[in-house]
């Protein structure tokens, strides 16, 4: 599993775009980019996944570079409840690896 | 309905004691897991079952045992707790072992104090 680097923290105003950026460099062929947040005090939940396209789905979108050593996560329209740690996982399988993620603070 | 659930949510315990954290799945999936997150918030893998099968197994102290009695269940069993094993210990789910792009799905968690 490819190792990612994400910055440790971000600060949005709500309902704003947000962009976490993560760079995977070592990334293999075959492995996916995983996007996974933890909310206070809840266990980790998916957030989106892709493989060399970018991905849209009802949560966020996720734009990955062409040479796929580096990924964004765009969260639209950032809300209170989007406060929560991201993170950036490169696998080509399952059990999925966690760093430590971004922790992202909305600020109203 | 709750895809991945685990019993208790919290748990204060003496250390010596032993105890068990049970999980279940609603989803169909074949691969069951459990990870810790310790006070510093990383999050580990200790162990993933596929199929009632043992896949992997993280250098766990013997004290931790887990126990898959159909493929919908793995509980884990805790022997001799000891102040270190305070944690947050998380059960997840997902469809195929190994296979890429495999989402998981975790529980809530269970918060487990020893003192």
């Known amino acids: 599993d490819a190792k990612t680097t994400q910055p440790n923290s971000m600060e949005s105003n709500e309902e704003e775009p947000v962009h976490l950026p993560c760079n995977h460099s070592?990334?293999?062929?075959?492995?996916?980019i995983h996007w996974y947040r933890q909310l206070p005090s809840q266990g980790p939940e998916y957030v989106i996944h892709?493989?060399?396209s970018n991905v849209n789905n009802r949560m966020a979108s996720l734009a990955i570079a062409e040479d796929r050593k580096s990924s964004t996560l765009i969260l639209h329209r950032a809300t209170l409840r989007d406060a929560a740690v991201y993170y950036c996982?490169?696998?080509?399988?399952?059990?999925?690896?966690f760093g430590k993620g971004t922790r992202l603070s909305v600020i109203a | 309905d709750t895809a991945v659930s685990q019993t208790p949510k919290y748990l204060v315990t003496q250390m010596g004691n032993d105890k068990s954290i049970k999980c279940e799945q609603n989803?169909?999936?074949?691969?069951m897991y459990w990870y810790k997150q310790d006070s510093k918030k990383f999050l580990k893998i200790m162990f993933s079952?596929?199929?009632?099968?043992?896949?992997i197994n993280e250098t766990v102290p013997n004290r931790f045992s887990p126990k898959s009695p159909d493929k919908a269940h793995l509980n884990l069993h805790i022997n001799s707790l000891e102040l270190g094993d305070s944690a947050v210990y998380f059960c997840?789910?997902?469809?195929?072992?190994?296979?890429?792009?495999?989402?998981?799905?975790f529980g809530e968690g269970s918060w487990l104090t020893v003192v």
């Open positions: 892709g493989l060399t």
């Open positions: 079952y596929n199929n009632k099968e043992l896949i």
């Open positions: 989803l169909g999936h074949d691969t």
């Open positions: 070592t990334i293999s062929g075959t492995d996916y």
């Open positions: 996982i490169s696998s080509g399988n399952t059990p999925l690896v």
């Open positions: 997840a789910s997902s469809q195929v072992q190994g296979a890429p792009g495999n989402t998981i799905y």
